[in-house]
């Protein structure tokens, strides 16, 4: 099982043109099982490059044996007509449940700028079984912010695992009542905007309460102490200053001896951000 997460800015590169087909040839070329990506976009004239095209439609439209899950936290308005930007997920495999969480945005008055962050998580039925797949994109401002979502991803994460305990079918309950096992198991990627050892980065790999498995960074299952290869920072783009890594993959505690590789594709420059790769055995 091949997973795929990547922030593709828009699809807009270095030189403020957008080429969705180019994002589209690099995931052809990796050929995963499921597709994460995060800074999709739709009807956002005033982003770099004009984005003014439905982007969730467009990538879905290139991979039409994939399952489309869209989610897109920041929603605004003009004229009556939606400007989305979010998170996107396509998967070969059959989805039996999505869950779009809206995230926390606490005020934060050194941080005035930002805007509403969101979770996405789906059941898929993978070739092993049912797993939890999320993805999502923190804030990347405020600190405070970044540090209440990953709390509220944790807890989510202890609900999720709480109810795969005590799951019990019951067909004679409305289909509504009728989700399915919402397993434990569970990958969790995205541009977290936090570096490796950083205070929230620790914090969403503590211990677990309630007896949930722990996250695990599949680049340490991986790769142990091998230096991280950054995610961002590359190509010549103007952010950030210095190459870092802001993306990540992280595993439940089960699947860590699943994880065979773990990679960044550092050669295209099609965002500002590269895609990462996580292969399962």
Request: aromatic share 8%; hydrophobic share 40%.
């Given at each position: 099982?091949?997973?795929?997460?990547?922030n593709?800015?828009?699809?807009?590169g270095k030189d403020?043109?957008?080429r969705?087909h180019?994002?589209?040839?690099?995931?052809?070329?990796?050929?995963?099982?499921?597709?994460?990506?995060?800074?999709?976009?739709a009807?956002?004239?005033?982003l770099?490059g004009?984005a003014?095209?439905?982007q969730?439609?467009?990538?879905?439209g290139?991979?039409g044996?994939?399952?489309l899950?869209?989610?897109?936290?920041?929603?605004l308005?003009?004229n009556?007509s939606?400007?989305l930007f979010?998170?996107?997920?396509?998967?070969?495999?059959?989805?039996?449940?999505?869950?779009r969480?809206?995230?926390?945005w606490?005020?934060?008055?050194?941080?005035?700028?930002?805007?509403p962050?969101?979770?996405?998580?789906?059941?898929?039925?993978?070739?092993?079984?049912k797993?939890?797949?999320?993805?999502t994109?923190?804030?990347?401002?405020?600190?405070?912010?970044?540090?209440?979502?990953v709390?509220?991803?944790?807890?989510l994460h202890?609900?999720a695992?709480?109810?795969s305990?005590?799951?019990?079918?019951?067909?004679?309950?409305d289909?509504?009542?009728?989700?399915g096992?919402?397993?434990?198991?569970?990958?969790l990627?995205?541009?977290?905007?936090?570096?490796?050892?950083?205070?929230?980065y620790?914090a969403?790999l503590a211990?677990?309460e309630g007896g949930?498995?722990?996250f695990?960074d599949?680049w340490?299952v991986?790769?142990?102490?091998v230096?991280?290869a950054?995610t961002?920072?590359?190509h010549?783009?103007?952010w950030?200053?210095?190459p870092?890594?802001?993306?990540?993959?992280?595993?439940?505690?089960?699947?860590?001896?699943r994880?065979?590789?773990?990679?960044?594709q550092?050669?295209?420059?099609?965002?500002?951000?590269?895609?990462?790769?996580?292969d399962?055995?």
């Open positions: 099982m091949r997973v795929v997460s990547w593709i800015r828009w699809g807009c403020g043109r957008i969705i180019a994002i589209i040839d690099v995931l052809r070329r990796l050929n995963p099982d499921v597709i994460c990506l995060q800074e999709v976009a009807n956002h004239p005033e770099e004009g003014t095209a439905n969730f439609k467009q990538l879905g290139a991979f044996g994939f399952h899950m869209e989610h897109a936290p920041s929603e308005y003009k009556n939606p400007r979010g998170n996107l997920i396509l998967s070969k495999y059959r989805i039996s449940q999505v869950h969480h809206l995230l926390p606490p005020a934060d008055p050194d941080n005035p700028a930002g805007m962050r969101g979770l996405m998580e789906t059941v898929i039925d993978a070739p092993s079984g797993l939890r797949l999320m993805t994109h923190l804030e990347y401002y405020s600190v405070l912010q970044r540090m209440a979502q709390r509220r991803i944790r807890e202890v609900e695992s709480a109810r305990r005590i799951f019990q079918p019951d067909p004679n309950l289909a509504p009542y009728q989700l096992f919402r397993p434990a198991s569970s990958i990627c995205g541009d977290f905007n936090f570096a490796p050892d950083a205070e929230d620790r969403l211990p677990m949930a498995p722990a695990l599949a340490r991986a790769h142990g102490n230096a991280r950054p961002t920072g590359l010549g783009y103007p950030p200053e210095r870092e890594c802001y993306d990540h993959f992280f595993v439940t505690e089960d699947l860590a001896p994880v065979a590789s773990v990679d960044v550092s050669e295209t420059a099609a965002s500002d951000h590269q895609p990462v790769v996580l399962l055995n």
